[in-house]
């Protein structure tokens, strides 16, 4: 079993941040936050009950800076993530926010598709 009875899953999405050295603007941040924190809702919904504690977070800032940030900080045993590729090639090749991170953080990175 990937999680202990009474460990904990952490649902981390990443928002880009309505920074001057962004392209999203107020009302788009508010709006991709909005979406993130219903999507995270339904995921630990559809997940049900289970032996462990299921938790949901949505922080602004680069994608895989945040991530490896938030696995250091929460002492995360590992960090999974999807993979996804954005060019003609990509189904070859994981995703620029997968590959920063494995490449970056200190933790074990699990990596699916």
Do not use: W
């Amino acid at each position: 079993m990937l999680i202990e009875e009474n460990g904990e899953l952490i649902l981390l999405a990443v928002v880009p941040s309505p920074d001057d050295r962004s392209l999203v603007d107020a009302d788009a941040y508010k709006k991709l936050k909005q979406k993130a924190e219903n999507l995270i809702a339904q995921v630990i919904s559809d997940l049900g009950q289970h032996d462990f504690t299921i938790t949901g977070m949505v922080e602004k800032g680069d994608a895989a800076a945040t991530i490896i940030e938030v696995a250091n900080n929460l002492k995360c045993d590992l960090i999974v993530l999807g993979s996804k590729g954005t060019s003609e090639i990509g189904q070859y090749l994981i995703g620029s926010v997968a590959n920063k991170v494995v490449q970056y953080a200190a933790k074990p990175v699990m990596v699916v598709r």
